[in-house]
T-cell receptor, first 114, second 114 residues
Framework: AQSVTQLDSHVSVSEGTPVLLRCNYS??????LFWYVQHPNKGLQLLLK??????LVKGINGFEAEFKKSETSFHLTKPSAHMSDAAEYFC????????????FGKGTRLHILP | GAGVSQSPSNKVTEKGKDVELRCDPI?????LYWYRQSLGQGLEFLIY????????KSGLPSDRFSAERTGGSVSTLTIQRTQQEDSAVYLC????????????FGEGSRLTVL
């Protein structure tokens, strides 16, 4: 079974400062991990994914995430926030090729302050 | 079509009525997922179809909810005797199999039960 916990429901940062969105997971199998982004009144879009290759994964719009097995974490970061980054972010875990059930976290809403 | 199509985009119904929500996945995608997104609740897994296998219904919240997928393509989610707590955005997503884990989402069907 898999589960995912996003530690913050809301995060506020000033434009130009770093972003950190935290995610912890549990999985009975080697997990695949993803981050999705949902802009206001828009559909969900894949931001990046980890599927057992390099532990540091780069995604779109300057975001990246690092898979840390010892900490069961997959935190999302960006060096410098932009106003357009304001959105809701979902951490996702799946044990692909097992049951293929893809489990979403509750989401973190990112606010960018001018 | 180019993307996942859902209809209706908005549905307002009276408590106790039945509703049907339709999802037309991307052509060639064998996996289809239904999720529910309620305010402040993240994405709740409802049901998963994969090819001709028996669907994973473990996320359906009650026996008022059912879904089918005809011909391995279009899916219909049916909610019988709707309740106010069923109000939410119902999201459909599809992907290839073996699953890459990347889901392609529709715009969702917003259901409001009065």
């Amino acid at each position: 079974a898999q589960s995912v916990t996003q530690l913050d429901s809301h995060v506020s940062v000033s434009e130009g400062t770093p972003v950190l969105l935290r995610c912890n997971y549990s999985s009975s199998y080697s997990p695949s991990l993803f981050w999705y982004v949902q802009h206001p009144n828009k559909g969900l879009q894949l931001l990046l994914k980890y599927t057992s290759a390099a532990t540091l994964v780069k995604g779109i719009n300057g975001f990246e995430a690092e898979f840390k097995k010892s900490e069961t974490s997959f935190h999302l970061t960006k060096p410098s926030a932009h106003m357009s980054d304001a959105a809701e972010y979902f951490c996702v875990v799946s044990a692909l090729n097992r049951d293929d059930k893809i489990i979403f976290g509750k989401g973190t809403r990112l606010h960018i302050l001018p | 079509g180019a993307g996942v199509s859902q209809s209706p985009s908005n549905k307002v119904t009276e408590k106790g009525k039945d509703v049907e929500l339709r999802c037309d996945p991307i052509s060639g995608h064998t996996a289809l997922y239904w999720y529910r997104q309620s305010l402040g609740q993240g994405l709740e897994f409802l049901i998963y179809f994969q090819g001709n296998s028996a669907p994973d219904k473990s996320g359906l919240p009650s026996d008022r909810f059912s879904a089918e997928r005809t011909g391995g393509s279009v899916s219909t989610l049916t909610i019988q005797r709707t309740q106010q707590e069923d109000s939410a955005v119902y999201l459909c997503a599809s992907s290839w199999r073996p699953s890459t884990g990347e889901l392609f989402f529709g715009e969702g069907s917003r259901l409001t039960v009065l």
